[in-house]
């Protein structure tokens, strides 16, 4: 058995010796520690864009709820979604199946999600009921939700300012496109979900790293059946969440929330 392991690992090692030097030179790059590091031009794509840093990107990323409606171009969207297909997963099945919406489509979306949404008829493929959170969880999400509305003027008992705040997830917070984020249905799918997740980090990293704005949207799969029914995609398909995107409005800092974030040592135990 051993004997059988070693020989399939010098023949993986092999084969890939064999690829990296099939390699025209340019495309290879000694690494500090000597070794050989092949960037392919499918990985480095055709670089367009100027992209912020990776440091300035990640704290650049804040999620956008007001968005212009001048559409982002189209090739600049396909540069993000270029970006977001090097994503990892389990097994490198990327399970991700995307839907961008936009123009007239986007606008016909909107209106069926507001006519689902006044049925109260959910249609969720994944549960979430965010009142199961407690201690820490739970105040965090008790602050966010208090943040969030007083930065729109929506008092606390203003039950009806909150319901058309909520409602705005079905406009789209008014961004011209929505990505809508699918994923095939395979055992209790927790781990496909991690991948979608994964995903969606991606794609809101590269378009913040582009100075565009997105939202992550779980309100937006409450009504799953309306989504699959306006894209014609199948019932296998499952929905955990869309992301709308675009240029973020000149006034975005006005409903812009700068939320906080526990330090390091609060979430992480560092062994040796
Ligand atoms: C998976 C996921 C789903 C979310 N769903 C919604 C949503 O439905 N509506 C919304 O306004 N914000 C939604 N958010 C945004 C969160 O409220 C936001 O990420 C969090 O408060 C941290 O703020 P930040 O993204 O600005 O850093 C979602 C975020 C994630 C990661």
């Given at each position: 058995?051993?004997?059988?392991?070693?020989?399939?690992?010098?023949?993986?090692?092999?084969?890939?010796?064999?690829?990296?030097?099939?390699?025209?030179?340019?495309?290879r790059?000694?690494?500090?520690?000597?070794?050989?590091?092949?960037?392919?031009?499918?990985?480095?794509?055709?670089?367009?864009?100027?992209?912020?840093?990776?440091?300035?990107?990640?704290?650049?990323?804040?999620?956008?709820?007001?968005?212009?409606?001048?559409?982002?171009?189209?090739a600049?969207?396909?540069?993000?979604?270029?970006?977001?297909?090097?994503?990892?997963?389990?097994?490198?099945?990327?399970?991700?199946q995307?839907?961008?919406?936009?123009?007239?489509?986007?606008?016909?979306m909107?209106?069926?999600?507001?006519?689902?949404?006044?049925?109260?008829?959910?249609?969720?493929?994944?549960?979430?009921?965010?009142?199961?959170?407690?201690?820490?969880?739970?105040?965090?999400?008790?602050?966010?939700?208090?943040?969030?509305?007083?930065?729109?003027?929506?008092?606390?008992?203003?039950?009806?300012?909150?319901?058309?705040a909520?409602?705005?997830?079905?406009?789209?917070?008014?961004?011209?496109?929505?990505?809508?984020?699918?994923?095939?249905?395979?055992?209790?799918?927790v781990?496909?979900a991690?991948d979608?997740?994964?995903f969606?980090?991606?794609?809101?990293?590269?378009?913040?790293?582009?100075?565009?704005?997105?939202?992550?949207?779980?309100?937006?799969?409450?009504?799953?059946?309306?989504?699959?029914?306006?894209?014609?995609?199948?019932?296998?398909?499952?929905?955990?969440?869309?992301?709308?995107?675009?240029?973020?409005?000149?006034?975005?800092?006005?409903?812009?929330?700068r939320?906080?974030?526990?330090?390091?040592?609060?979430?992480?135990?560092?062994?040796?």
């Amino acid at each position: 058995m051993l004997h059988l392991m070693l020989l399939y690992r010098a023949k993986i090692a092999a084969f890939q010796l064999q690829r990296r030097m099939a390699k025209p030179p340019s495309e290879r790059k000694i690494r500090a520690d000597g070794r050989i590091a092949t960037l392919t031009k499918e990985h480095v794509g055709e670089c367009r864009t100027r992209t912020l840093s990776f440091h300035d990107t990640v704290r650049a990323r804040q999620s956008c709820r007001s968005f212009s409606p001048t559409p982002v171009d189209p090739a600049q969207i396909r540069e993000v979604l270029d970006d977001a297909r090097w994503t990892p997963s389990n097994c490198n099945t990327q399970p991700w199946q995307v839907h961008i919406v936009s123009g007239a489509k986007r606008d016909e979306m909107a209106q069926a999600l507001l006519g689902a949404a006044s049925t109260g008829k959910l249609s969720l493929d994944f549960s979430f009921d965010d009142k199961l959170f407690d201690g820490r969880y739970g105040e965090r999400r008790r602050e966010h939700g208090a943040l969030y509305y007083s930065s729109l003027g929506v008092a606390r008992d203003d039950t009806e300012g909150r319901r058309i705040a909520s409602g705005r997830n079905f406009t789209f917070f008014g961004a011209p496109h929505v990505a809508f984020l699918l994923m095939p249905s395979f055992g209790d799918n927790v781990r496909v979900a991690g991948d979608i997740v994964m995903f969606g980090q991606t794609f809101l990293l590269a378009l913040a790293a582009r100075g565009l704005g997105g939202v992550p949207q779980t309100v937006l799969g409450y009504f799953a059946d309306t989504v699959r029914e306006c894209l014609g995609v199948p019932d296998t398909m499952k929905l955990l969440f869309g992301i709308s995107f675009g240029h973020p409005a000149e006034d975005t800092h006005l409903t812009q929330v700068r939320t906080g974030r526990d330090e390091v040592d609060s979430f992480t135990k560092f062994h040796q």
